[in-house]
């Protein structure tokens, strides 16, 4: 499986919006609603905050947003703030039942 | 709270063999599908296996299928990973996660280095 696309990084001043894109093909994120992303700090496990496409796990900030168009999901995180620095994450669950990861989006908070 | 306890990783020569083992609590484990992740040293996520309640339903990624199995003890809320003919790039922190279609819970990982 090919890995899903993500842009290396983006950057954002705090209390700015910035949205990351995870593109996929219409076997995995065009064919289900099973898009989620993970939070990862540097050293840290990573940690769930958006599944199927665009809810939020309990304790997870309003700030974090999913969604998806044809098969590009994207996660936008609103008035950015310093601890949301970290690694971001995309994956979907796939036609062959199996998962694939994007590559991974660096957040860098300017 | 949810823990999930991996260990096992260790330093092994290519071709080697490694056991790991996750340790569930605080969630009743068998009613839970689980999954292994692993993560290259600088590199992204990269999901490696999934395993259904009752062991019945197995899927792996190419790049392991026919090294690796995955297998779980619902008695003893333990998952396992069993790593054969050990490649250079499995050199990973496996992490084991719980969920179906998505990870809710993540443990911290073990380290697995393989190397002569």
């Known amino acids: 499986q090919s890995a899903l696309t993500q842009p290396g990084s983006v950057s954002g001043s705090p209390g700015q919006s910035i949205t990351i894109s995870c593109t996929g093909t219409?076997?995995?994120?065009?064919?289900?609603?099973?898009v989620s992303w993970y939070q990862q700090h540097p050293g840290r496990a990573p940690k769930l905050i958006i599944y199927d496409v665009s809810d939020r796990p309990s304790g997870i900030s309003y700030r974090f947003s999913g969604s998806k168009s044809g098969n590009t999901a994207s996660l936008t995180i609103s008035g950015l703030q310093a601890e949301d620095e970290a690694d971001y994450y995309c994956?979907?669950?796939?036609?062959?039942?199996?998962?694939?990861f994007g590559g991974g989006t660096k957040v860098t908070v300017l | 709270e949810v823990q999930l306890v991996e260990s096992g990783g260790a330093l092994v020569q290519p071709g080697g063999s490694l056991r790991l083992s996750c340790a569930a609590s605080a969630f009743t484990f068998s009613s839970y599908t689980m999954h292994w992740v692993r993560q290259a040293p600088g590199k992204g996520l990269e999901w490696v296996s999934y395993i259904n309640t009752i062991g019945t339903n197995i899927f792996y990624a190419d790049s392991v299928k026919g090294r690796f199995t995955i297998s779980r003890d619902n008695a003893k809320n333990s998952l396992f990973l069993q790593i054969n003919s050990l490649r250079d790039d499995d050199t990973a922190v496996y992490y084991c996660a719980r969920g179906l279609k998505s990870f809710d819970y993540w443990g911290q990982g073990t380290l697995v280095t393989v190397s002569a």
């Open positions: 994956t979907s669950y796939t036609s062959s039942s199996t998962w694939v």
């Open positions: 219409s076997s995995d994120v065009g064919g289900y609603n099973f």
